[in-house]
């Protein structure tokens, strides 16, 4: 929880101000129940009715007064409560853009969604209740206590006695619940990470039958869900029925102590009635504090993993150029000798441990040695899952590698400013994302984009035919994840955007999947044409896409095992003409 103090201090001043509202209208309320004693045992006796009026409307101007504090308290917590959890939120968020590969692969996108979410809501609730019930309760069963001693200490031992232990009781029952709400949230990511992929993989699920199958697993998720938060509710709520019993028996002791006291005269009638009222109050404040007890178990778990994600250190440094060693051959992208691997204990790691059970490997890319002349072009092709991806993962500084340097312009990219670094690409991923936005903000992407510049992106991607067909253009809006538009068109968009700024390095990393023949040598065409100066690399299952590139990779199971030309390979590269010959039947 310390965590949240670099967020709470900065309204200081309105949880003060708040807090001392609370703190004064619970002390005026505490006054009431002394007031009807008051009132009861020393006006009405008089027979005076201007006097009990005059009381009476004390009582009345007390409960208003106290009302108007407690409101003007609560809408006080609120605000700081929301203003604080909304830096949280906007760190949270900045975060994880800046969390590298490795920290998202070991933190899951699930993960995030749901600390963004429901930590982040249990925190603001936390916040909330600490600075209205968290100051109420206490002085509810502290001042109770003391005001029942001034009144008739034989009556108030009995609160004395057993307040302790029932404050005791909610301690400890509160300290189990801290780790038992901890499972509850990463239960609450299994449940996240299964509808994520459901939504997004709506159709596969529809075409293949799998609704049935795709409850049953989320049922399971959600049944373990519910165990863990019934068991952390049960656990926690122990204390609420073991108090009242507490409670009850201590009223109803008090009831036959104090008329046994009334009827000795020891004790008078509103007295009695009082005590009633303040053992309602020590009750409130009681259960309180249970609640609040409770509330701090679910925030500390949420605190905890915000905070594992806001403090986490950035372990992509930018390096000193004298700490990395120059690029031992002229190039402007080399790749000198490179191995790497993804963190076991990630779900990518553990892929890749799979795929090389028996092998004696752990290394997802094994020794990759190459480089590309500045605006020349490099073509990589091979089977899924022989670490393609992962060479422009590396190149991008997503990721850094076990062995080996990654150049680029002569410099390690470890020594490169990250921005500055990223500036220089425009790359289409696998499955990359259209956003819920006009076509021309997912084009332009908040860059400094020209009309004209974006005009000639879209013409040049081959995606001017069906947007001129929307009514208004590149101001037609895509659904989430661009739903709306065919796969086609999804990748032409894609493709725009990464030649909308004119990068440095133009990266397509499998982005003509889903496009024909036709439009995707049009596509190439209009690369070689408007975007030449450009360093060109293509990912790529169809060797159309990569034949006429100045050098190609043939990879398998993370290992270049051929390289060269087309005409070249198709000499040297069994594995390359086993591929032409296999799609010789669809190429052109």
């Excluded at 309204?11 to 002394?34: D, V």
């Excluded at 005076?48 to 004390?58: H, M, N, Q, R, S």
Aim: include cysteine; glycine fraction near 8%.
């Amino acid at each position: 929880m310390k965590f949240l103090w670099t967020y709470i201090r900065k309204y200081i001043w309105i949880i003060a101000a708040g807090m001392g509202l609370k703190l004064s209208g619970t002390l005026l309320e505490l006054l009431i129940p002394y007031v009807m004693e008051h009132l009861l045992d020393h006006v009405v006796p008089r027979r005076e009715l201007a006097p009990v009026l005059l009381w009476g409307f004390a009582m009345i101007t007390l409960a208003v007064i106290v009302r108007f504090l407690n409101v003007s308290a609560n809408r006080m917590a609120v605000r700081s409560a929301r203003k604080a959890i909304y830096e949280v939120r906007r760190d949270l968020f900045h975060a994880a853009l800046n969390l590298s590969g490795h920290q998202m692969d070991a933190v899951g996108l699930p993960s995030l969604i749901s600390r963004m979410t429901s930590d982040s809501y249990n925190v603001q609730s936390f916040l909330q209740s600490v600075q209205t019930i968290g100051i109420r309760a206490p002085i509810m069963l502290l001042g109770g206590i003391f005001i029942t001693v001034t009144m008739d200490m034989g009556l108030a031992l009995i609160l004395v006695i057993m307040a302790p232990i029932m404050i005791a009781l909610v301690v400890f029952v509160s300290m189990k619940g801290i780790p038992l709400y901890q499972k509850v949230q990463q239960s609450m990511d299994t449940i996240v990470r299964i509808m994520r992929e459901n939504i997004t993989g709506i159709r596969v699920v529809k075409a293949l039958s799998k609704e049935k199958y795709e409850v049953s697993r989320y049922s399971h998720a959600n049944d373990e869900t519910l165990h863990r938060d019934v068991k952390a509710s049960v656990t926690m709520s122990l204390p609420g029925p073991i108090v009242t019993l507490f409670l009850n028996v201590g009223l109803t002791l008090v009831i036959l102590l104090g008329a046994r006291r009334v009827n000795d005269g020891v004790t008078q009638p509103g007295v009695i009635l009082a005590f009633l009222t303040y053992f309602n109050m020590i009750m409130m404040g009681v259960m309180g504090l249970n609640r609040v007890f409770m509330m701090l178990s679910k925030a500390n778990a949420s605190a905890g993993r915000i905070a594992s994600v806001v403090q986490m250190p950035r372990d992509l440094k930018t390096l000193p150029e004298d700490q990395c060693p120059a690029s031992p051959r002229e190039g402007f992208i080399v790749f000198d000798h490179v191995t790497f691997s993804y963190d076991p204990d990630t779900e990518k790691g553990r892929e890749d441990s799979a795929r090389f059970a028996g092998t004696g490997r752990e290394d997802c890319l094994q020794d990759i040695d190459f480089s590309i002349p500045r605006g020349g072009s490099l073509g990589i092709i091979g089977a899924t899952g022989s670490g393609k991806t992962t060479i422009i993962n590396l190149l991008m500084r997503f990721y850094d590698p076990a062995r080996g340097h990654v150049y680029l312009e002569g410099r390690d990219v470890r020594t490169w400013d990250m921005d500055t670094l990223r500036r220089r690409f425009g790359v289409v991923f696998q499955n990359d994302a259209i956003f819920a936005d006009t076509i021309r903000e997912n084009i332009v992407f908040g860059r400094d984009i020209t009309d004209e510049m974006l005009d000639t992106a879209i013409r040049d991607a081959m995606a001017d035919d069906f947007i001129s067909a929307y009514e208004d253009g590149v101001d037609h809006r895509s659904t989430i994840h661009g739903a709306n538009f065919s796969g086609g068109q999804k990748q032409r968009l894609l493709i725009a955007r990464a030649m909308a700024a004119r990068p440095d390095i133009l990266i397509l990393d499998d982005s003509s999947s889903a496009l024909d023949y036709r439009t995707d040598a049009r596509l190439r065409s209009a690369i070689r044409e408007h975007h030449g100066n450009a360093t060109l690399i293509i990912i790529a299952q169809r060797i159309s896409s990569i034949m006429n590139l100045d050098q190609i990779l043939v990879m398998d199971e993370g290992r270049i095992i051929a390289k060269g030309t087309h005409e070249e390979l198709m000499r040297t590269s069994e594995v390359y003409r086993g591929i032409q010959q296999t799609q010789m039947g669809e190429v052109d």
